[in-house]
């Protein structure tokens, strides 16, 4: 009977920049008596969908390969809609032994299209 695989959540480069600079915004908000700030909500958000990905890893919606920017050097990559229109980008990489979800981005709206190269019609 082969074991289960252990499943692995990372954030990488911008999306654990991205992410470390809102938790301080979030802490300081919070030490000021703030609940509910567009910080708050969208670091909830995070935090919730990261708890998802540990237990269904396609979870987010795929993204086109011919889409995928070329210098990301990643065969998938899945979005993941958050509050107040951000998006959060990760990739899956898997061998014998563990599933790793890899956070690349966690982005606004308008720099997830620029990253993607969508433009406005």
Known sequence: M???????????DQA??????????VEEQKSKGRTNSEEIQ?????????????????????IAKEQIPKGLDVDNLFRIELTHYWRMIYT??????????????????KEYDRILGYRKR
Request: net charge positive.
């Open 2 to 12: 082969k074991a289960p695989k252990i499943i692995r959540v990372i954030l990488k």
């Open 92 to 109: 899956i990489r898997t061998n014998e032994v563990e599933i790793v979800s890899f956070i690349l981005y966690i982005i606004d709206h």
């Open 42 to 62: 969208l670091l909830k958000s995070i935090n919730k969908k990261v708890e998802i990905l540990k237990y269904n890893q396609a979870y987010g919606q795929g």
């Open 16 to 25: 654990k920049e991205a992410y470390e600079m809102l938790c301080k915004v």
